[in-house]
């Protein structure tokens, strides 16, 4: 598996980065597919010890012993943010809401990831950054229409709470990181292990529905834990050898477009005429964020904040 994750060339990466975009676009889907055999609490539990085995089992292999976290605390906000809270808010807003809309609102995660960055970074949001957050909240409330409160608000509000947790995450990385230079794969080993552990004990406070195991979901839980969240995250690195993390995250403009128009295809999800308004919005908005990522990428100016992939798409 190693070996089929090099990437040896600029070429290489590009491969790689559609080969990763399709992943990560089809994992939408497969997740609400898993999500037939299992609660979601616990599906999420289920899914992220898979990753978590292939991400440690990988860590292993290339150190030959366990090395500790190099920074506890950045360990501990991480997770929080990006295993507890991303990893966590994720499965819920699936259980109820369509993949599509769900990975939509997900992906609102740029935009607070900039606004996060004012403060905690001190990189302050200018010109056409603030054009995108605007394009992103007008978008953000066509979507959750809060006119009209028909139907369960519930899997939106999860979704939006995904998105903040996935940009905590992106920005408690790339703090820690200046202050330490830590070694991303060692960091994102420990935080899913200590992030998942909070998780791991609602099933004894909950009552939760029996896992329906089959073959089905064993396969779901492989293809979206192993395949898409610990390889996707190994694939991603191999890529940012070649890449600037501006051009590579031009991959969030398909991915969001991959799970919707396959959510409507096999689960016949509808949108009503505001939720594409506002998805047509968000959209633009991360074109605006990703073209000005790109562009400062060609031109060697300091990087936007670029998001860690650790949600898996």
């Keep these: 598996m190693l070996r089929a994750l090099r990437v040896r060339s600029r070429r290489g990466a590009y491969v790689a980065l559609l080969v990763l975009t399709a992943i990560w676009g089809s994992n939408w889907i497969a997740m609400k597919l898993a999500l037939v055999h299992a609660d979601p609490v616990i599906y999420n539990l289920h899914r992220t010890w898979v990753a978590i085995a292939v991400v440690f089992g990988v860590l292993l292999w290339r150190r030959r012993s366990l090395p500790l976290p190099q920074s506890w605390m950045a360990v501990i906000v991480t997770g929080f943010f990006q295993t507890t809270v991303n990893f966590g808010a994720t499965t819920m807003a699936l259980a109820g809401g369509g993949a599509g809309r769900t990975s939509v609102l997900v992906f609102t995660m740029p935009f607070w990831t900039l606004l996060l960055a004012w403060p905690v970074l001190g990189e302050r949001v ?16 066509f979507v959750i229409e809060p006119w009209s409160w028909r139907g369960d608000l519930t899997p939106k509000l999860w979704a939006v709470l995904s998105g903040f947790g996935w940009a905590g995450g992106t920005i408690a990385t790339k703090y820690f990181q200046g202050e330490r230079g830590l070694d991303m794969l060692n960091l994102i080993a420990w935080q899913m292990l200590i992030g998942v552990l909070p998780l791991c ?8 529905p029996a896992v329906e195991w089959t073959l089905s979901y064993a396969g779901l839980l492989l293809w979206t834990g192993a395949v898409s969240t610990a390889t996707g995250f190994l694939l991603w690195i191999a890529v940012l050898r070649f890449l600037p993390a501006g ?5 969030m403009l398909a991915i969001p477009v991959i799970a919707l ?12 005429v505001a939720e594409w308004t506002g998805i047509a919005l968000i959209g633009a908005g991360l074109v605006v964020i990703s073209v000005r990522a790109w562009l400062a990428g060609r031109l060697g100016e300091p990087a936007v904040v670029a998001p860690t992939p650790l949600e898996g798409g």
Aim: aromatic letters at 10%; glycine letters at 8%.
């Design 201 to 208: 004990l609602l099933p004894f406070v909950l009552t939760l």
């Design 247 to 251: 051009t590579a995250s031009l991959n």
């Design 261 to 272: 128009l396959s959510s409507m295809a096999i689960f016949g999800e509808r949108l009503s």
């Design 126 to 141: 200018r010109g056409s950054q603030w054009f995108a957050i605007a394009l992103a909240l007008a978008g953000l409330t």
